[in-house]
């Protein structure tokens, strides 16, 4: 394995709210290594925008509290001054979203906002900075990249958009992109272009990137590992192969039987996982996902499960996995892979 | 799975158009009139008890022909003939009537629900409206209703903002069936939902139909949910119906460059597939200004010279499956080879 890049560990965020505090983020340990993509899905508030940006510490210091150890290149994280902070988001770090008009300046051009940092950071000229924009919107598939390094976010269209702020992100070399979502707005069509560059870029430049989604397609087309969230935990980490071809964690099993498939028979009814998501107010005492699973037991609404290596490259968060399985599959689990 | 419907159709649309008219900034700047062709001559069936599905990119026309066909705005030109008459021809009164067969389910049902009314007030509306028994007699249609949809008893007195997506996505759905209506023209009703709440929601429009004999107009930018729950299909690209089949034929061999390329672009979850993708270049063109000739022609790899000059008509190819494409025009092909040869 690469060197890591990005470590991890026990990271709890608490929110200080009217109604008291919320840990949004409860107990979450990774690693990411150089020039890999890690996936991190799940569904909708589960955590990990949270995760992500308490990485980056985006958060108003007043409302929020982390515990843990965010280490990044030896440091950790959460010990720096803000103004040290500031100096790695952007340049070490960097993050895409969604909404790409969030996050690009309307009353910048975007060569603008490409060279400014470059000048800033690195120290370039105007006419180097400017160089260098041209080229990174051309790495990022824009056509006529000269005449588009003088225009205004609004006069993009939305694939373009999201380029430009892949370009824009992309102008400091970080050595770790997050990218939030960056996908789930565009078409597929689009999608596909933007999923091909960031593979591409991903090879040419070797960033570790951590790309989140709520979409299995994505994942498996891809990363090279992947994280499943629950309710604030990870409660499964697997390289992408495994994940699909023997899920551990009966929520992740669930998840991948309740997608409408491409290929194959079409089924009359697709498989559910029962109930809702509880909200973080509400949250179950023992294993997060007891008030769903249907082989929750006592000890599983008693006890939280910790988060168990299982193989070198997988982990999961469940005391009866290995029973289910067997019970299910009528087979062992295989504590090796790849 | 193919479920063998009449082939009757309960609605006939044909020739559907919507323009919108653009800003009055734009019409000046280009001196008179400019249109938004959201939906730019449309003809499909809806057959009863199936499942149609229309597909495609945002942008394209899938909500303005759902709201077209119920008359939510008015259209610019077609018909749409349902028991023998044009709904677009029908007075407001006569129209109020065929409402009652005609509802409407939304992506998001929450911007539809009125924050201060309670679920089962919410839900009594239609009733009064359309003028459908007594008061006693309303509560027991929306009490059957709601346990229909997964809600419970209690429910009824709550108010919208207490319940998650999917919840809201039921209320949505017994707000429309309260009525007992025919048609259901669903506006993604799952795409705002996560996974394991969609498929919940996808079983019970399952059940429905098969119980309430429903026909569906299901809108959706999602294949997968499509494939897995629609009879049979419509492209659309840019305001047209560019191809149009059973759903099996359209998913397992489609014949619109267009909807080659949108179902190689959706990320199957398997890992271990690789696949041939038809990767479009660029962006969707404006509806304000499309392309002459085949509307598709500045994306296709396969676009020949007929293509930027000559609309392609739709046809009609083996098991009722039509395409709109000059590839599938024999003579129009070998032409274009000549040319292209010579
Ligand atoms: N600033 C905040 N203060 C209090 N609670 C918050 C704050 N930000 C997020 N949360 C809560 O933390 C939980 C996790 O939110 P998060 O945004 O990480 O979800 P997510 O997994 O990114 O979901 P989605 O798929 O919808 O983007 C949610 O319950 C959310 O309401
Ligand atoms: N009220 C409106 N006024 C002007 N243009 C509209 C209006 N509603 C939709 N449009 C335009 O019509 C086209 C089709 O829109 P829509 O039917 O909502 O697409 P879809 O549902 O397929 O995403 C788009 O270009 C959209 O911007
Ligand atoms: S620990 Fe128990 S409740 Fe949690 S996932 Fe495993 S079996 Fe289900
Ligand atoms: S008519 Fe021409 S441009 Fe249009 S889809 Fe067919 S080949 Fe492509
Ligand atoms: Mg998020
Ligand atoms: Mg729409």
Redesign the interface.
């Known amino acids: 394995m690469t060197t890591e890049l990005l470590n991890v560990e026990q990271l709890r965020t608490h929110f200080y709210t009217e109604k008291g505090t919320v840990t949004a983020v409860d107990d979450v340990s990774f690693t990411i290594h150089e020039g890999e993509i890690v996936g991190l899905v799940g569904?909708?508030g589960c955590g990990k925008s949270v995760t992500s940006q308490s990485i980056m510490r985006l958060y108003d210091e007043y409302m929020v509290e982390y515990e843990g150890k965010i280490e990044f290149n030896g440091d950790n994280l959460l010990n720096y001054p803000i103004k040290k902070m500031q100096k790695i988001r952007g340049d070490a770090i960097s993050m895409i979203f969604q909404d790409p008009l969030s996050s690009l300046n309307p009353v910048f051009t975007i060569g603008k906002q490409i060279a400014e940092p470059l000048m800033l950071h690195h120290k370039k000229s105007k006419k180097e900075a400017y160089e260098r924009a041209v080229e990174l919107l051309a790495l990022t598939g824009i056509?006529s990249p000269e005449k588009r390094v003088h225009e205004y976010p609004h006069q993009l269209?939305?694939?373009?958009r999201q380029r430009a702020m892949i370009a824009v992100t992309l102008a400091c070399e970080p050595k770790l992109l997050i990218a939030d979502e960056p996908t789930t707005a565009l078409?597929?069509?689009?999608?596909?272009?933007i999923?091909?560059l960031m593979r591409d870029l991903n090879k040419k430049l070797q960033m570790g990137i951590i790309f989140i989604t709520?979409?299995?397609?994505?994942?498996?087309?891809?990363c090279d590992r992947v994280m499943v969230m629950y309710l604030g935990q990870i409660v499964e980490e697997a390289d992408?192969?495994t994940l699909?071809?023997q899920p551990l964690h009966p929520y992740t099993r669930?998840?991948?039987k309740?997608?409408?498939?491409?290929?194959g028979?079409?089924?009359?009814?697709?498989?559910?996982?029962?109930g809702?998501?509880p909200s973080l107010t509400n949250k179950p005492k023992g294993c997060r996902f007891s008030t769903r699973c249907e082989f929750a037991d006592e000890k599983c609404i008693e006890e939280m499960p910790p988060l168990k290596t299982h193989s070198d490259t997988k982990k999961v968060r469940c005391w009866h996995y290995e029973e289910i399985i067997a019970r299910e599959e009528g087979g062992h689990v295989h504590a090796s892979s790849t | 799975?193919q479920a063998q419907h009449e082939e009757t159709a309960l609605i006939q649309v044909r020739n559907m158009k919507k323009y919108y008219q653009a800003k009055k900034g734009l019409n000046k700047l280009k001196g008179g009139n400019t249109y938004v062709k959201a939906v730019d001559g449309v003809s499909f069936d809806l057959r009863k008890g199936e499942t149609y599905a229309l597909v495609g990119?945002?942008g394209c026309g899938k909500s303005t022909t759902g709201r077209t066909l119920l008359r939510l705005h008015d259209a610019t030109e077609g018909e749409a003939i349902y028991n023998g008459k044009d709904l677009f021809k029908l007075s407001n009164k006569e129209m109020n009537k065929v409402r009652k067969d005609m509802q409407m389910v939304f992506q998001d049902p929450y911007s539809s629900l009125n924050p201060r009314k309670r679920i089962g007030n919410i839900l009594e509306e239609p009733l009064n409206i359309h003028n459908i028994g007594n008061k006693s007699e309303r509560t027991d249609i929306v009490m059957e209703v709601m346990s229909k949809v997964g809600l419970q008893v209690d429910h009824y007195y709550r108010y919208p903002h207490e319940f998650?997506?999917?919840?809201r996505q039921r209320i949505g759905l017994a707000r429309a069936l309260v009525v007992d209506p025919k048609v259901i023209i669903c506006d993604e009703p799952v795409s705002a939902l996560?996974?394991?709440?969609?498929?919940?929601v996808?079983?019970l429009l399952?059940n429905l139909q098969r119980d309430l004999g429903l026909t569906y107009l299901f809108i959706s930018?999602d294949?997968?949910?499509v494939?897995?729950?629609s009879d049979r299909i419509g492209v659309m690209y840019l305001g047209n119906l560019v191809e149009e089949g059973y759903?099996?034929d359209v998913?397992e061999n489609p014949k619109h460059p267009y909807t080659k390329?949108?179902?190689?672009?959706?990320?199957?979850?398997?890992?271990?597939v690789q696949r041939e993708?038809v990767?479009?270049q660029?962006?969707?063109p404006s509806p304000l200004n499309p392309p002459s000739g085949c509307v598709f022609h500045t994306r296709c790899p396969f676009a020949m010279d007929v293509c930027k000059t000559t609309v392609p008509q739709s046809l009609n190819l083996a098991g009722n499956h039509t395409v709109r494409c000059h590839l599938h025009d024999e003579e129009i092909a070998t032409d274009e080879k000549k040319v292209v040869n010579a």
Do not use: C, W
């Open positions: 569904e909708s056509p269209s939305g694939g373009m078409d597929v069509t689009i999608q596909a272009q999923l091909n709520h979409d299995l397609g994505v994942v498996a087309e891809l992408v192969k699909f071809e669930g998840l991948i309740s997608i409408p498939q491409m290929t028979e079409r089924k009359s009814e697709l498989s559910v996982i029962k809702n998501v | 799975m990119e945002s998650s997506g999917g919840q996560d996974v394991s709440i969609q498929s919940q996808i079983n399952q930018h294949i997968s949910v494939r897995h729950i759903t099996d998913i390329a949108l179902l190689s672009s959706v990320p199957l979850p398997d890992p271990n993708r990767m479009l660029g962006d969707i």
